[in-house]
C-alpha cells in the first residue's frame, strides 16, 4: 500500500479528521501574507523552521496532495529533492483562473493538478476530483426552528444575500442570516454546525465565476437538509434532485414554501459516498 502525505491550511481541520492510512500536516504555522514569513521565504530559511514537522520522513512517501490553499514552491521543491519518485498532486480548491493555473503549471515539479469545479477542469485542462466532506462529521439534533439558515464569510455576495432575504421576507419565511465580514470573527466550525442544525434549509450564495459547488452543498448532502443555491450548476451533479435543490434565478420563488415543506428525497448512499473525504484520496492513487 502506497504511502500518503497530504499538506492542507490549517483551516480544513474538521474535514481532514480520522483518515486510515494518511498523514496530514498544516503547511505552516503563519499566514504568508505575513512580514515574517516573506522575509523568510525570501533567504532561504522558511523550511527549516515551518517545515519540520512532516519533512524529516519525506523520503517515506509515495504520493503528496497538496491543498491549494496554502500552496509554496518550496514545499514542491524540497519534496522532489529529497524524495524525486514521490507523486505530487496538486488540489485547487478555489475558482479556476488563467492567472491561477499558469502560476502551478510553472512549478514543474506538480506532477498534477486538480480542481474541484468540473468546469474549470474542462477549461484549463485539468484534472478533476469532485468537492470533499467527511462522514463522520455529525451535525447536532435539534429543533429546526427556521426555515433558512445562512453563516458566512462576506466574500463579495452581501449585495445578492439581502436580495434574497428581501424576497424570503416577503414570502414570510422565517430566517437565520449572518454574514461576517471579517475572517477574526468566523466562529468555529462545531459552532457553524450548531447554528445550521436550527435550519429547514441552507442557503448557498456564490459570486458569479464560481462554478464549482460549496460546503454547504456537500453539508446539505451528508446532513439530509435542502439547499437553496443561485450556483446553476448543481443540475449536472449526480446527487441532484428538485426535492433538495431550489435553483434560484431557475425555479419560481412563489414555490419556495412548498419546497420548504416537502418531504426530502433520500440519495443512493453510494452517490454520497463518492463524496466523502476517503474515496476522493483514493482518486489520486489511480
Not at 121 to 137: D, E, F, G, P, W
Not at 199 to 210: S, Y
Request: hydrophobic letters at 35%.
Amino acid at each position: 500500500m502506497r504511502k500518503v502525505l497530504i499538506l492542507k491550511n490549517k483551516k480544513e481541520t474538521n474535514i481532514m479528521k480520522n483518515i486510515n492510512g494518511c498523514d496530514i500536516f498544516n503547511y505552516y504555522i503563519i499566514n504568508d501574507t505575513n512580514f515574517i514569513y516573506k522575509v523568510l521565504k525570501k533567504i532561504g530559511l522558511l523550511k527549516l523552521i515551518f517545515y519540520k514537522n512532516w519533512k524529516k520522513n519525506i523520503k517515506e512517501y509515495d504520493v503528496a496532495i497538496l491543498y491549494s490553499w496554502g500552496y509554496c514552491n518550496q514545499v514542491t521543491k524540497y519534496i522532489k529533492k529529497n524524495n524525486p519518485n514521490c507523486i505530487i498532486n496538486l488540489w485547487m480548491w478555489n475558482p479556476c483562473n488563467a492567472k491561477r493555473v499558469n502560476l502551478l503549471r510553472m512549478d514543474s515539479n506538480i506532477d498534477k493538478i486538480w480542481t474541484y469545479d468540473k468546469d474549470g477542469a474542462l477549461k484549463y485542462n485539468l484534472l478533476y476530483n469532485t468537492q470533499i466532506y467527511n462522514k463522520n462529521i455529525k451535525l447536532p439534533k435539534k429543533d429546526e426552528k427556521y426555515d433558512i439558515v445562512f453563516l458566512g464569510l462576506n466574500k463579495n455576495r452581501d449585495m445578492q444575500i439581502n436580495k434574497y432575504y428581501e424576497i424570503f421576507q416577503e414570502l414570510r419565511l422565517n430566517c437565520n442570516i449572518k454574514i461576517v465580514n471579517k475572517i477574526k470573527d468566523l466562529v468555529s466550525y462545531d459552532k457553524y454546525l450548531d447554528f445550521i442544525s436550527d435550519g429547514k434549509v441552507l442557503l448557498d450564495i456564490v459570486n458569479d465565476n464560481v462554478t464549482g459547488i460549496t460546503l454547504r452543498v456537500m453539508e446539505g448532502l451528508f446532513f439530509r437538509k435542502k439547499v437553496i443555491t443561485n450556483n446553476k450548476t448543481i443540475s449536472s451533479y449526480d446527487f441532484y434532485n428538485e426535492n433538495n435543490f431550489f435553483i434560484l434565478g431557475i425555479d419560481n420563488t412563489n414555490n419556495l414554501k412548498e419546497f420548504i415543506n416537502s418531504e426530502y428525497k433520500v440519495i443512493d448512499q453510494k452517490i454520497i459516498e463518492n463524496y466523502d473525504v476517503e474515496n476522493w484520496i483514493k482518486r489520486f492513487l489511480k
